[in-house]
């Protein structure tokens, strides 16, 4: 691009727009989240007292913050790899030309990802429900089970069990992306696989995965930051409990800002330093990731 | 942008419509003879309105909604005023009201929201006093008992900010029962209140005969604050002299000033639940529902019994006409007297009416928290709202017509609640302890959910960490608000002449 | 009666020969997809049930089905206006912001300037953030603005509120296209907008595609943000905080929520199943071109 010789003027009208859409809602919020997160501040009308890093001494020895970080991540690192190899393995099977019914599948599977968060929430709720609830029922009149499971009641359960319906709801889209990418193959590389009688795991491994390499990155970039935006689906099913065994980031943010225990009033400042906070690890790991990769990348 | 402006007016008005057709059509048959029972006449104006005004106000609905809209709708027919009424949960309350206020948006008559202080709504300047508005105003204040009107509380500089029409004796943690299990199980609480052995064997004998039909007891164990409500109110019966159940006051012995966590009661209370756990009489699930849910399943016939409070009467006798309900004290001491449960103050608080300092509307206002202060209008509030939400004064509770249950309930209050010391209202400066008063993460209601749940294991450990977090939050708290230059001590809390048995009044200050 | 035994035979293999690997595949898929909406199947089953039946544990089909739910969520619950605020956010915000981040992505792909590596880095910064906390800026920005109650507060915000990501995608993408289009258009002395509207929209299409669905799905599925926005003008609500709502503090009403979701989730489905041709060949489609 560098040989662009003319600057037309139009190109920073052009910017114009964008500029100031992301200055609104993406810059100003996060750059006056960092400025309240220097303050001692209740929020709303109450008066800011500044108390400088105070916010972020006491976030570095508060368990509650570093539990929903290690949440937080157990739930990224639980769904991300799930998500990605499952619908992986669906869009193949979906790719094949012969099978007729690919588009009613397709359709299908993809139901959950245009259904409201709020409405997921509720039917999941009552499906798991360990009274009368059809899954437990189902593996009780299996014997799987002498007793009802308290899926989001129990905390050895309720990670798993958000776990599950995140996949399931987002699943759909996760394929199509796939979908997307396996038609870039080539015709020819299937039919040249055929002679050297490459099929199954070896052919999607070693000759597929290789061409649709640039889409998996762009792919797992999408899936992780959805990841991380999971306060929808927590907060109508389980509201971070029972005793913060689904609390994660966003539900703590969420819980020190709006004050929603007993007692409590609520901490606007701490909560953004808790978001800036978080915002800055995860930053650092998708650095420290980068570059072991890029290393990893250039030894082999 | 015009466009869409209108676009969003249109909006409002085709919800208006549709909300106003759902009235009609769903409840037309249920609010006309209400309306017939509740005010037939209501009282000529107190004060000059504008016809064509528009008052809005907002609570947090449930049986009250049922009298507003009623009551409501014969205010516009009379006066010709429309009252805007929103009736939202608890929770949105807690947005919607300081949202509005910031905005310059909010209704004109609001409930505070629960975690926020009258004396700081004041002083910010959310609200306006009403005195102007309410003729010979002092007149109609002493219609109201003892404790209604108190300073630090409602009035403010001998202004009166907030409308306490409603009682506050009433207990969120009394027990509510299916009669036919329980008698199955061979108990019957209404001749003899359960004692927390009792309480223990009636829930595993409900279990055992509901064959995983139906368990023995319930709670919406999501919703955190119902453990510490139920822990709390266990404890005062078997004798533990706690304060009321605001922050400053919650689990504070008053005698001494001291919190009350690692009593032997407060123990034995939160070991109770521990015992259901275990004996498998919970019902399966609680600590993935909320109240509403858990009260829900009552009358499905899927629990025997439930710890709630009495506004399920007038929703159970309404909605689910053929469920055999009875009401009953919460579990007692196996052995000894029982104790009573304490009030901080004679009104409720979550009811307590306050106008907008922006609004302009001060002279409806007036008028309706008028008519709702006089015994008319307190007759016509417990006709429709019975038990649920009593009204303030003892004499409409009488001529009120109510179901025979509700009747046995407020009779339970009066038996079992006393009004205990307010320490706000001793020591008005307080009000900023409250303000810069912040519970530890892991709170009191937390930490039974943990117990209970067997996230945590041993409670008399846990117990007095628990007292020794809350200490050094309330400490904290005083720092602060000394540091902010008001004269209070821990000192303040304590009221050696306090006796849990009997009322406190304005003279034992 | 052949014909009729034919055409499941025809539904899964269409005009080919029947073989092993796609009646096992088929039959797979199929048992899988049953699985996958037995949550929906369930929704709307319980939708047409009284409360005591639900409680009952009986099976799918309802003993004797009840429309009154349906009336009540209608009524109630307003999930007919709550259904067109939702379509006006979503269909507003899509063009907001594939307009804006088509052009900055644009520019920022196939333009130098001065400080362009800096916003470059500054987006990929933000992507990670999580959004929840940067509510309360947002909410003070909109009321600062008087558009903390309007729809068109909320469109705006939804438009911004994840739009980096769609930027960096738009810039990669137009990166990689090569320079002949676009040099045979400047020596021709077409102007910039047109160049951009006319010769390099058309060319990005698989990723417009992209951003399309994900603003779609993102302002369909947004909860924290209508949920503050909306808080204080209960009538321009969305579909998802009106049935969060709808579960309310002091009453469950399971089938009446139930109904609520049916009503919120059939004509989504419905308009998904009519142009899924478009949305996913469309999206497919391009990518190999």
């Known amino acids: ?300 | 942008m015009s466009s869409h402006n209108q676009t969003s007016n249109s909006r409002r008005r085709f919800i208006k419509q549709l909300a106003g057709g759902a009235a009609a059509l769903g409840g037309g048959a249920a609010l006309s003879p209400l309306l017939a029972q509740s005010a037939t006449t209501l009282p000529p104006a107190i004060n000059t309105l504008t016809p064509g005004s528009v008052l809005r106000w907002i609570d947090s609905g449930d049986q009250k909604a049922v009298f507003y809209k009623a009551f409501f709708q014969q205010y516009a027919q009379d006066r010709g005023i429309e009252v805007i009424y929103d009736p939202l949960p608890w929770n949105e309350i807690a947005k919607v009201v300081p949202l509005g206020v910031r905005n310059k948006t909010a209704h004109d008559v609001f409930a505070l929201p629960q975690n926020s202080n009258p004396a700081d709504a004041v002083s910010e300047g959310w609200l306006q006093p009403y005195d102007d508005f309410i003729p010979d105003i002092e007149s109609w204040k002493a219609g109201f008992p003892e404790g209604a009107f108190l300073p630090g509380i409602n009035v403010f500089d001998g202004k009166t900010y907030g409308l306490p029409f409603t009682s506050n004796k009433r207990s969120s943690t009394h027990l509510l029962f299916n009669r036919n299990y329980l008698q199955e199980a061979g108990f019957d609480p209404e001749s003899k209140s359960l004692t927390q052995s009792d309480f223990r064997e009636a829930a595993r004998k409900i279990t055992e005969n509901g064959k995983g039909r139906y368990f023995g007891f319930i709670l919406g164990g999501n919703q955190i604050g119902r453990w510490s409500a139920i822990v709390r109110d266990i404890a005062r019966l078997s004798g533990a002299s706690a304060g009321a159940d605001s922050v400053v006051e919650a689990d504070i012995d008053f005698r001494t000033g001291e919190y009350t966590f690692d009593s032997d009661q407060y123990i034995e209370a939160i070991e109770l639940l521990i015992a259901l756990q275990k004996d498998g009489s919970m019902f399966p699930g609680v600590m993935g529902i909320n109240a509403p849910q858990a009260r829900a399943f009552m009358p499905q016939g899927a629990a025997g019994m439930i710890l709630q409070g009495p506004w399920n009467i007038p929703a159970w006798e309404s909605q689910n006409p053929e469920f055999d309900f009875g009401i009953g004290s919460a579990p007692l001491p196996d052995e000894g007297p029982a104790g009573h449960l304490t009030i901080g103050q004679g009104a409720a608080a979550p009811n307590t009416m306050w106008l907008w300092s922006g609004s302009e509307n001060g002279a409806i206002a007036g008028d309706i928290f008028h008519y709702l202060g006089t015994l008319q209008g307190q007759t016509a509030w417990a006709n429709v709202v019975g038990a649920g939400d009593p009204p303030i004064m003892p004499e409409a509770i009488e001529k009120a017509d109510m179901s025979p249950r509700a009747k046995a309930v407020l009779q339970l209050f009066n038996e079992q609640i006393r009004v205990g010391p307010n320490p706000v209202v001793g020591t008005p400066a307080l009000s900023s302890v409250v303000s810069s008063f912040q519970a530890p993460d892991l709170s009191f209601a937390l930490t039974v959910q943990g117990l209970v749940g067997g996230q945590l294991k041993d409670v008399g450990k846990e117990m007095k960490a628990l007292k020794t977090r809350y200490d050094d939050a309330l400490n904290q708290a005083f720092d602060k608000a000394r540091a902010n230059g008001s004269d209070v001590s821990r000192d303040d809390l304590v009221f050696a002449n306090w006796d849990p048995a009997t009322d406190f009044g304005s003279k034992h200050y | 009666m052949k014909a009729l035994l034919n055409w499941p035979r025809r539904l899964v293999f269409g005009e080919r020969k029947p073989t092993r690997g796609v009646a096992i595949t088929s039959l797979l898929l199929a048992a899988l997809c049953c699985l996958w909406i037995y949550p929906f199947l369930w929704m709307i089953s319980t939708s047409l049930k009284t409360t005591g039946e639900i409680f009952m544990g009986t099976g799918l089909i309802p003993e004797t089905p009840v429309l009154d739910n349906y009336a009540r969520a209608w009524t109630d619950a307003h999930m007919g206006s709550y259904f067109i605020n939702t379509v006006l956010v979503t269909v507003g915000s899509l063009i907001i912001v594939t307009v804006c981040t088509s052009l900055l992505g644009y520019v920022l792909g196939r333009y130098s300037f001065r400080g362009k590596s800096l916003l470059i880095a500054a987006f990929v910064a933000t992507v990670f953030v999580p959004q929840g906390f940067t509510i309360i800026p947002i909410f003070e920005m909109l009321s600062f603005f008087k558009l903390s109650t309007s729809l068109w507060g909320l469109t705006l915000a939804t438009s911004g509120h994840a739009m980096a990501i769609y930027v960096l995608l738009f810039a990669g993408y137009f990166r990689q296209l090569p320079d002949e289009l676009e040099d045979a258009a400047i020596m021709d002395g077409v102007g910039f907008f047109r160049i951009f509207w006319y010769v390099m929209l058309p060319l990005a299409r698989p990723i417009a595609v992209t951003v399309i669905i994900m603003q779609v799905l993102h302002a369909w599925n947004d909860f924290l943000l209508p949920l503050v926005i909306t808080l204080a003008n209960p009538a321009i609500r969305t579909l998802s905080v009106g049935i969060y709502a709808f579960k309310g503090e002091q009453s469950i009403d399971w089938s009446g929520m139930a109904a609520a979701s049916t009503i919120s989730v059939v004509p989504i489905v419905l308009l998904f199943i009519l142009l899924q041709r478009y949305f996913i060949n469309g999206l497919a489609g391009a990518v190999k071109g």
């Open chain 1, 1 to 300: 691009m560098s040989n662009r010789k003319r600057q037309p003027r139009a190109l920073y009208l052009a910017m114009v727009p964008g500029l100031v859409l992301a200055g609104m809602f993406t810059f100003y919020p996060i750059l006056a989240a960092g400025y309240y997160a220097l303050f001692d501040w209740s929020g709303f009308n109450s008066p800011k007292m500044f108390v400088g890093l105070d916010n972020f001494a006491r976030l570095m020895t508060d368990p509650f913050f570093w539990g929903a970080f290690q949440r937080s991540l157990i739930f990224l690192l639980g769904t991300v790899p799930l998500q990605m190899f499952i619908s992986l393995w669906i869009a193949v099977l979906l790719n094949n030309q012969l099978l007729k019914l690919s588009n009613v599948f397709r359709t299908l599977i993809f139901l959950p990802v245009v259904t409201p968060v709020a409405v997921i929430g509720i039917v999941w709720t009552f499906l798991l429900s360990p009274f009368n609830g059809p899954i437990n029922g189902l593996l009780l009149d299996l014997g799987l089970l002498s007793r009802p499971i308290d899926f989001l009641g129990s905390s050895d359960t309720v990670m798993p069990s958000l776990i599950g319906v995140y996949v399931w709801k987002w699943l759909g889209l996760t394929m199509i992306y796939w979908l997307a990418a396996l038609q870039t193959v080539p015709e020819d590389v299937y039919e040249a696989a055929k002679l050297d009688n490459c099929k199954g795991g070896r052919l999607l491994l070693f000759v597929i995965l290789p061409i649709i390499r640039p889409f998996a990155l762009v792919i797992l970039l999408i899936s992780a930051v959805g990841a991380l935006n999971v306060f929808p689906l927590i907060m109508s099913m389980t509201n971070g409990g029972p005793f913060f065994s689904s609390e994660v980031i966003e539900i703590f943010i969420y819980r020190s800002a709006f004050a929603t225990a007993e007692g409590t009033r609520t901490q606007l400042g701490y909560a953004a330093a808790a978001g800036v906070l978080f915002g800055l690890l995860i930053m650092m790991l998708t650095l420290l990731q980068a570059v072991i990769s890029r290393r990893s990348g250039k030894k082999s």
